[in-house]
């Protein structure tokens, strides 16, 4: 069974230093990775996947095969950046879109 | 809104009663996804529906049942209810045609609590 660790509840950060939210994984296949945010008040929503290889609000993410990480991170916090962070991944196969969720982390960016 | 949608927001049970939280998919998304969010723990899956039959489930206690009705709704029957239920249940849904993005498109959740 596949297993997504995120080993920080709550990190706080200052506006403009660097944010690193770690992601770490257990899974047997070649999985896809996924980042989830969910601001204050509104629904989760996507942030970002691995397959895409893009940079969403500023944020990136690279999938580490060999330390299996998706560490998520950011050159410059800002406030509105603050909101709950969650790790996921969907197993390989088509048809396939259960996702095993972290725990989440609590990024709070102080001004 | 056409996004998902959760019925009711707020439920307040006592044990041992049943209890039916509903789900509406966004327009053509033919899967529906349940998971379950305990105090301090993350998103645990529940069960996946598509088109109206089950595609997967994950840890689901017997007590708990779904289904997906014709008109693409879903329906997360939790009977014989214990404390440790209490808990946000989401439900999600994702466009299963085409590419597949593994995108998942959450509702509100529905808060259950358990006295």
Known sequence: ?111 | DSGVTQTPKHLITATGQRVTLRCSPRSGDLSVYWYQQSLDQGLQFLIQYYNGEERAKGNILERFSAQQFPDLHSELNLSSLELGDSALYFCASSAVAGIHTGELFFGEGSRLTVL
């Not at chain 1, 709550?10 to 945010?37: H, M, T």
């Not at chain 1, 060999?66 to 509105?80: I, W, Y």
């Open chain 1, 1 to 111: 069974a596949q297993r997504v660790t995120q080993p920080e509840k709550l990190l706080s950060v200052f506006k403009g230093a660097p944010v690193e939210l770690k992601c770490n994984y257990s899974y047997s296949g070649s999985p896809e990775l996924f980042w989830y945010v969910q601001y204050s008040r509104q629904r989760l929503q996507l942030l970002l996947r691995h397959i895409s290889r893009e940079s969403i609000k500023g944020f990136t993410a690279d999938l580490n095969k060999g330390e299996t990480s998706f560490h998520l991170k950011k050159p410059f916090a800002q406030e509105e950046d603050s909101a709950m962070y969650y790790c996921a991944l969907r197993p390989s196969g088509a048809g396939s879109y259960q996702l095993t969720f972290g725990k989440g982390t609590k990024l709070s960016v102080i001004p």
